[in-house]
C-alpha cells in the first residue's frame, strides 16, 4: 500500500478520539488509491469509522465510492445485528442451565466504549465462562449443532489450563467460549474468578447483558492488541478509546496489572496505540503505563507472543512460570507431552515428534537457565 493510501486508513481509524488530527487529502482520491483503501478498511473492520468521517464531511468521497461505503457497512451492521441476535438466544439458553457468563469483546465493547455501536464492527461472538460452568455450557451450545474446531489436548485441559475453544455453527457463525482471557502465560496468570466480581451491564434487544468492569475489558482489549505483531487497527482504536472515553479507576488496574502479572502488555498496547495514531494525552493511566518496570515473568512471557521465536508451543513452555503449585505443573506439562491420540495425529503426527519438539524447546527456552538470563 502507498504511503497515501496508508496514512488515509491510519486516519480513518483513529477518526474522532481526542487529540487526532486525521488529516485527510482535500479532494476525492484517486480511483487506485480509493480502491487500496477501501479494500484495507473493509479488511481492518474500519467502515464505521469511514461513513462517519464521510458523513461529517471531513473525508472526501465521490458517488460511487460514498455508495461502496455504505453498502460495505450496511453488510457490516447486518452482520452485527445477525450476531447479536445469536448471543441473545446463546445468553438465554445459557440462563435456563444456570450458566453465568461475561460478554466479551464485539457487542460488549461496542455498546459501552463507542458513542454509536454501529462504528465497532465485529465478526463473532465471545463469552467468558467460569472454570466450574465451562463443561455445562459446552453441553447446550453444542446441543444446538455447534462443533469444536479443535479437540483439547486432554480431557478437563481446557476448563483448568486452556483458553476456551472456538464452537461452528452450520450457517457459518461463530461462538468463542473462554475460560480466561488468553492463551498463554499471561492467560494461566490470571485470576478468572476475579472477572465475575465486577462487571459493566449494558443493553441489547430489550435484555441487559453483562461484560467486564472497565478495568478488565481494557486489559482485554490490550491483550488482543499486543500481543500479536501487527494488530488490527481496530483492536488499537479499542485500546484508545478506552483510554481516553471511557471512565477507570487507575488504582484498580494498577492492581489487576500486579496481581495477573500483565502490566507490559497493557504498556505495550497503549504504546502502540499512541504510536499509530499520533496521540499526546499524557493521562495518568498513559503515564503510569510509560513508566512501568516489567517483571522478568513478563518479558520472558511476553517474548513467547511477539519475539523472534514466538509460536504456540513456546506460549505453553512458558506457561509453565504462571502455574502455581507442583502437581499442577505436572499435570499442566503431561497433558501437553502425552496428550490424546486424535489431538497428536491432528498436530503433530506422532507422539515422538511432538516429544522432541517440546524437549527442544524446554532446551533452548532462556527461562529454564537462569545463569545464562
Not at 503426527?349 to 524437549?359: E, F, I, N, T
Request: proline share 5%; with cysteine.
Amino acid at each position: 500500500m502507498n504511503p497515501t493510501a496508508a496514512a488515509v486508513v491510519v486516519g480513518l481509524a483513529g477518526y474522532g478520539l481526542p487529540g487526532t488530527s486525521s488529516a485527510f487529502p482535500d479532494g476525492v482520491l484517486d480511483d487506485d488509491v480509493w480502491d487500496a483503501v477501501f479494500s484495507e478498511v473493509c479488511r481492518q473492520r474500519l467502515t464505521g469509522h469511514m461513513v462517519h468521517a464521510i458523513d461529517d464531511g471531513s473525508f472526501m468521497a465521490k458517488d460511487t465510492q460514498e455508495a461502496a461505503a455504505l453498502d460495505a457497512d450496511e453488510r457490516a451492521l447486518g452482520l452485527a445485528i445477525v450476531l447479536e441476535q445469536l448471543l441473545l438466544s446463546a445468553i438465554r439458553q445459557l440462563d435456563r442451565a444456570g450458566v453465568t457468563a461475561r460478554v466479551l469483546r464485539g457487542p460488549a465493547v461496542a455498546h459501552t466504549v463507542y458513542p454509536e455501536p454501529g462504528l465497532r464492527s465485529f465478526a463473532d461472538i465471545d463469552l467468558l465462562i467460569s472454570g466450574p460452568d465451562y463443561d455445562a455450557t459446552l453441553t447446550v451450545l453444542c446441543a444446538r449443532g455447534a462443533r469444536r474446531r479443535f479437540r483439547e489436548p486432554r480431557r478437563g485441559f481446557e476448563r483448568r489450563f486452556g483458553k476456551g475453544v472456538c464452537l461452528e455453527r452450520a450457517d457459518g457463525l461463530e461462538i468463542d467460549v473462554h475460560r480466561t482471557l488468553v492463551a498463554g502465560p499471561f492467560g494461566l496468570a490470571i485470576d478468572t474468578d476475579a472477572l465475575f466480581e465486577n462487571s459493566a451491564s449494558f443493553r441489547l434487544g430489550g435484555q441487559t447483558l453483562e461484560g467486564l468492569d472497565p478495568e478488565a475489558r481494557l486489559i482485554d482489549a490490550c491483550f488482543h492488541a499486543a500481543l500479536r505483531e501487527k494488530p488490527r487497527l481496530s483492536a488499537l482504536r479499542d485500546v484508545a478509546q478506552m483510554i481516553l472515553c471511557s471512565p477507570l479507576d487507575i488504582a484498580r488496574l494498577r492492581t489487576r496489572c500486579l496481581h495477573w502479572r500483565c502490566g507490559i502488555v497493557v504498556q505495550r498496547a497503549i504504546e502502540m496505540a499512541w504510536d499509530a495514531f499520533g496521540l499526546r494525552s499524557t493521562s495518568e493511566n498513559v503515564g503510569w503505563a510509560r513508566e512501568y518496570e516489567p517483571t522478568r515473568f513478563e518479558r520472558h512471557a511476553l517474548d513467547a507472543y511477539v519475539g523472534p521465536d514466538r509460536s504456540y508451543a513456546r506460549q505453553a513452555v512458558a506457561g509453565l512460570q504462571a502455574i502455581d503449585g507442583f502437581l499442577p505443573k505436572v499435570l499442566y506439562a503431561t497433558s501437553f507431552l502425552f496428550p490424546s491420540r486424535q489431538y497428536v495425529r491432528a498436530r503433530d503426527g506422532s507422539y515422538a515428534r511432538r516429544a522432541a519438539r517440546a524437549l527442544r524447546i524446554l532446551r533452548d527456552d532462556a527461562s529454564w537457565h537462569p545463569r545464562r538470563t
